[in-house]
T-cell receptor, first 117, second 114 residues
Framework: ETGVTQTPRHLVMGMTNKKSLKCEQHLGHNAMYWYKQSAKKPLELMFVYSLEERVENNSVPSRFSPECPNSSHLFLHLHTLQPEDSALYLC????????????????FGEGSRLTVL | GENVEQHPSTLSVQEGDSAVIKCTYSDSASNYFPWYKQELGKRPQLIIDIRSNVGEKKDQRIAVTLNKTAKHFSLHITETQPEDSAVYFCAANYSGAGSYQLTFGKGTKLSVIP
């Protein structure tokens, strides 16, 4: 296994629901990411945490709320989503230096397939 | 910000033939160019990368070339096999202090026909 585990793998929710996606990495990395993958679009970076501090937030709507309690866990809290938010949400981790920024390989999880009705 | 264009969006080749995927980028400060492979229903995985201090890098049947002047880089797969069928993503990034913005292309779906 790659060492990055995401749960749940599939999630169906209504527009008024609140749910959370979970990511856990066992690689000893110090940076974790949330990406959104939609059909026929590039992978879109949503959030980056380095050493548990958020370092990137790419103008993501507030209905997506990340949480990084420690360097091994990352959550994405979902609230009042829209149908256009349906996508594959990929978590990734890397070994980064706060001084050098992104320097190496991203290790992705299998993703959480989200469907918003 | 960085913009990465990737072509073609789909590519079909006969088994044993070569495949070439091309990407262009906009930010001349970008200095790190990885390629990821995503098989159907699987996670993206890094297959090869190149940094701006080299022009070409090879790993068995896979090679990547970089032309910094023209701001384009390419993935070359020789002697293609059915297991090479996947979506390939190029990406570009400025690897410097405080930089985490890896910009991906839209992907190329490669089909290798047995």
């Amino acid at each position: 296994e790659t060492g990055v585990t995401q749960t749940p793998r599939h999630l169906v929710m209504g527009m008024t629901n609140k749910k959370s996606l979970k990511c856990e990495q066992h690689l000893g990395h110090n940076a974790m990411y949330w990406y959104k993958q939609s059909a026929k679009k590039p992978l879109e970076l949503m959030f980056v945490y380095s050493l548990e501090e958020r370092v990137e937030n790419n103008s993501v709507p507030s209905r997506f709320s990340p949480e990084c309690p420690n360097s091994s866990h990352l959550f994405l809290h979902l609230h009042t989503l829209q149908p256009e938010d349906s996508a594959l949400y990929l978590c990734a981790s890397s070994q980064d230096s706060s001084l050098a920024g992104y320097t190496g390989e991203l290790f992705f999880g299998e993703g959480s397939r989200l469907t918003v009705l | 910000g960085e913009n990465v264009e990737q072509h073609p969006s789909t590519l079909s080749v006969q088994e044993g033939d070569s495949a070439v995927i091309k990407c262009t980028y906009s930010d001349s400060a970008s200095n790190y160019f990885p390629w990821y492979k995503q098989e159907l229903g699987k996670r993206p995985q890094l297959i090869i990368d190149i940094r701006s201090n080299v022009g070409e890098k090879k790993d068995q049947r896979i090679a990547v070339t970089l032309n910094k002047t023209a701001k384009h880089f390419s993935l070359h797969i020789t002697e293609t096999q059915p297991e090479d069928s996947a979506v390939y993503f190029c990406a570009a990034n400025y690897s410097g202090a405080g930089s985490y913005q890896l910009t991906f292309g839209k992907g190329t779906k490669l089909s290798v026909i047995p």
